[in-house]
């Protein structure tokens, strides 16, 4: 870890050292610095350059300077946010054309921001961005299910039954021309999570473009029976993952719908 203070610039606030999580910063002779032995405990979340209000300070070569302010970078308003978590839906219907490479790393980059246990931020993002390479793993999965058909449980059993019949049936994926695979470090603290609020934010970032999304909790599954089918996706065997299928809709929906019923709400 590498700490520096601007002298010029600090007012000696101390608000960097009082939002630091880990305590690792401390003011010394008035001034923002690494407790002795504590550098190691930094987990590069980078608040202290966040909350600077001089931009002062410069964490492992990133200068606060350099990071847009967030005054530069406007929210929307609660009922907008609430209207595209009312109004998003899981698209099973997919349009076959590849959505723009450009578009993609916007998603990617931007999803580079989602939160982790202890800010590990061990994630890695494995996207098929192409149709045909998504009709590759399609085949692929269904051959590797069928070699092991006998020992499928019986849903299973019914999917690659429907497949192997007619190969426009893909139970599996809903004919989407992409996927993005989350995977998560075995060894963070909360690896699973990791990779489910990753999946999470994605889905909302994508259908805030206008993609339609669904959680491809299939993969999962087929993946926990036959773990071969990881290696058609390059999943690591035993690596904990999600994986969201996504695309342009085929299909359009006119109105939200009624959830009211949709869980219980308990106060404390």
Known sequence: MTFK??????????????????STLEMKDGVPSVRDGKGDGCIRCQHCLAVCPE????????????????????????????????????????????????DIDVLLETLKYVPTG?????????VVDDIAKM?????????????????????????????????KCDPFFRGAPHILIVQGDPKAVTPQVDCDAAIAYFDILAQAHGFGTTWCGFL?????????????????????????????????????????????????
Request: aromatic residues 6%; glycine residues 4%.
């Open 118 to 126: 202890c800010n590990n931020m061990d994630l890695t993002f494995v």
């Open 55 to 102: 931009a002062a300070l410069t964490l492992d070569g990133v200068d606060s300077e350099s990071l847009v302010p967030l005054a530069d970078m406007p929210i929307p308003p609660p009922n907008e946010v609430a209207n595209l978590i009312r109004s998003r839906r899981s698209i099973r219907q997919y349009v076959r054309e590849n959505i723009p490479q450009e």
């Open 220 to 268: 999962k599954i087929i993946v926990d029976a036959v773990p071969e089918v990881a290696d058609v996706f390059g999943i690591p065997r035993g690596a904990p993952f999600y994986a969201m299928l996504f695309g342009n809709p085929a299909v359009d929906y006119v109105r939200c719908v009624d959830r009211s019923a949709a869980a219980k709400i308990v106060y404390r």
């Open 5 to 22: 203070v601007d002298a010029g610039r600090c007012v000696k606030c101390g608000k960097c050292v009082k939002d630091c999580p880990t």
């Open 135 to 167: 009709d590759e793993c399609r085949r692929k999965v269904v051959e590797v299910l069928s070699a092991k058909f006998d020992t499928l449980p019986d849903f299973l059993k019914g999917a690659v039954s429907a497949a192997q019949k007619d190969p």
